[in-house]
């Protein structure tokens, strides 16, 4: 029942957060802004954010203008945020829809990833607060703020206060939290954010639904197999709702579905990379025509099969 809840968010709101993907692609990503054509706003209705229950009265999810989910949990003192708006303007309405369930404040905001998406809106949430991340992933910030204008982005997220290496886990506010991280995936600093006791899973954008194949950062160092061994790690947890990054919540079902079928894309291109192939003819083995993504405009990340080819033929 909550799946279906959740699961009915509208097509409209699921395809703006792929918009505002692409959006923060352009500015996180900087060299191939200055010659990629601008991305338009995102849609006016993009002002509009919804916070589903998900284990009420203690976890929320709040998707829409701030264009990736993000988990609200509810501890005795203080909220606790798993990842933030595309930018500090979406994370404000989200802010304003969240007064609506609690007067409690922020206190402690998790972050899975370093991307734009993710980390915008922390701007805006009160100064002084913890910031939770994977150690990787306050270097990849760290970068961000020292790299010259990314955009029209007023005002710069500030860093994780916290970070993890591996494994830890926290008790906040009254609720048990688990963190882990085990390779580089979608990037090298990606944490999974476990709630065992309401056994939901914050697995930011190792899952999203904005791809068939998942989208591996590799200038932010991200690994297929990595993901592979991450995505194995997510399935044996004890949980049985897993929020992605982007997208409707997933059953544990629906992740050993995408894990399988990763899998078995990568064997095939493994395959044809040890026949000698090259790259456009695995593409066309594999059916992957040479016209743009679906919807695509603007600057795109490298496909699956790109980022899976190029490793396969690193040299040294
Ligand atoms: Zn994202």
Aim: a negative charge.
């Amino acid at each position: 029942m909550k799946e279906k809840a959740f699961g009915s968010l509208s097509a409209s709101r699921i395809s703006y957060g792929l918009a505002a993907c692409v959006l923060v692609a352009t500015l996180a990503y900087g060299q191939g802004a200055a010659n990629a054509p601008a991305d338009p706003p995102p849609a006016q209705a993009a002002a509009h954010e919804t916070i589903t229950p998900l284990d009420p009265p203690t976890v929320y999810v709040a998707s829409g203008s701030t264009g990736s989910n993000n988990g609200i949990i509810l501890g005795d003192d203080g909220v606790i945020v798993v990842d933030t708006g595309v930018s500090a303007a979406s994370e404000k309405v989200e802010m304003e829809e969240l007064s609506k369930i609690t007067s409690k404040p922020v206190t402690t905001a998790i972050v899975t990833h370093s991307d734009g998406d993710h980390v915008n809106g922390l701007a805006v949430l009160p100064t002084g607060i913890t910031i939770i991340s994977q150690e990787n992933c306050k270097k990849e910030m760290e970068a961000a703020e020292s790299a010259p204008s990314r955009g029209p982005q007023a005002t710069k997220p500030p860093l994780p206060t916290r970070t993890v290496a591996m494994k830890d886990s926290a008790t906040i506010g009254g609720v048990e939290f688990q963190f882990l991280h085990v390779a580089p995936a979608h990037t090298s600093g990606d944490l999974i954010v476990y709630l065992p006791a309401q056994k939901i899973v914050f697995t930011g954008d190792i899952i999203a639904d904005n791809s068939p194949y998942p989208i591996i950062h590799m200038e932010k160092n991200g690994s297929s197999e990595g993901w592979i061994q991450t995505v194995e790690a997510i399935v044996a947890l004890d949980a049985n709702t897993f929020v992605p990054g982007h997208g409707a919540v997933h059953t544990k079902a629906d992740i050993e579905q995408r894990l399988a079928s990763v899998k078995a894309r990568r064997a095939q291109i493994q395959a044809l990379v040890a026949q000698g192939k090259s790259l456009d003819e695995i593409k066309q083995e594999l059916g992957e025509a040479a016209a743009p993504a679906p919807g695509g405009r603007g600057p795109r990340f490298p496909s699956f099969t790109e980022v899976v080819y190029g490793e396969l033929t690193k040299k040294g």
